[in-house]
């Protein structure tokens, strides 16, 4: 498994909500087409961490491998998602790297008063 990270800028103009609203409903929903793809999330910067950085959010891409991913990045979904992202945003930087095997998920995580188990 391969992870890529992507710092993110907001073009001037565009609006955090709707950059926001556009990944809940668009972005994560593609995913879904995208059989490289094991997982996505889109984090909001810290106010410390972005202050003068200019970059507003980070996304982490497990995928299965790079190869598979280019090939996701391929096709008709791919490429709208990305037509409509260059309108909001850009990608300033990008890591990307292979995950030490197996790392470590919680089989279930406490958010305040609810407790999510983890699907195995």
Partial sequence: MEIIVHRIRLRGGSDSD???????????????HLPGVISFSVQRMAESADEGSGVHYFEVIAV??????SRDMETETFR???????????VVEEWAGERIEPGYTADRVVCGKQTIQRKQ
């Fill in 18 to 32: 709707e950059f926001e609203e556009w990944v809940r409903e668009t972005d994560y929903e593609a995913c879904q």
């Fill in 64 to 69: 299965t491998s790079r190869s598979d991913f």
């Fill in 80 to 90: 709208r998602l990305a037509d409509d992202f260059d309108v909001m945003a850009e």
